[in-house]
Every structure is written in structure tokens, then in C-alpha cells.
């Protein structure tokens, strides 16, 4: 059973920064293409950054310039550096993985934006 473990939210003020990590425990994490998604309430799951096994990162409009996903094979864990973060980032923040015949969902941690 694959398990996604999220940390590193909270509360901060615009303009702060906030680190999350997602802690994937299977052996074969370089496989498994990663993603970090949010969800405001009233709102639908959007998502925000991915990083594939090879390849490019890609980011949602809205982050770019701000926030940085990255990825550690070795400590199998992913993360997402967010800076100058403003109170539209208020969300809950989810970790996905994905593999070809499998996908896996954290269960969030919430990122709060706000003085």
C-alpha cells in the first residue's frame, strides 16, 4: 500500500514563504511521475505544480516565479518551496503520485494566507 504523507503548512503572512513536503513510502518512488494539487473552498482541485520521472516541471499560471517543485529520489519525498505567498494561495494542498497502472492521494495539509 502506497502512502503519501504531506507536512509543512500552516499559517502565514502575504508575502511569506512556506516549504511542504510529501513523503511517498514505495521503494520505487523514481518511477512514480509527482504532483502537487490545492483546493480552496467553494472551489475545484487545481493543479499547481508536477515534476515527472524525467523531464520538465510545469506549473500553474497563477505560481510561477513564486513557487518551486522538486523532488529527492533518494529520501523519497517531494516538495514544494512556496515564497511570496498571497492570501489566493489559501488552500488545502494535496500530494499525488502517479505511476502507469496507478495513482495515489495524500490526505492534505492546509495552507492558510492571511495578516
Known amino acids: 500500500q502506497v502512502q503519501l504523507v504531506e507536512s509543512g503548512g500552516g499559517l502565514v503572512q502575504p508575502g511569506g514563504s512556506l516549504r511542504l513536503s510529501c513523503a511517498v513510502s514505495?521503494?520505487?518512488?523514481?518511477?512514480?511521475?509527482m504532483a502537487w494539487y490545492r483546493q480552496a473552498p467553494g472551489k475545484q482541485r487545481e493543479l499547481v505544480a508536477s515534476?515527472?520521472?524525467?523531464?520538465?516541471?510545469t506549473y500553474t499560471d497563477s505560481v510561477k516565479g513564486r513557487f518551486t517543485i522538486s523532488r529527492d529520489n533518494a529520501e523519497n519525498t517531494m516538495y514544494l518551496q512556496m515564497n511570496s505567498l498571497k492570501p489566493e494561495d489559501t488552500a488545502v494542498y494535496y500530494c499525488?503520485?502517479?505511476?502507469?497502472?496507478?495513482?495515489?492521494w495524500g490526505q492534505g495539509t492546509q495552507v492558510t494566507v492571511s495578516s
Open positions: 499525488n503520485a502517479r505511476a502507469a497502472l496507478s495513482e495515489h
Open positions: 515534476i515527472p520521472t524525467r523531464g520538465t516541471t
Open positions: 514505495v521503494s520505487i518512488f523514481r518511477l512514480y511521475s
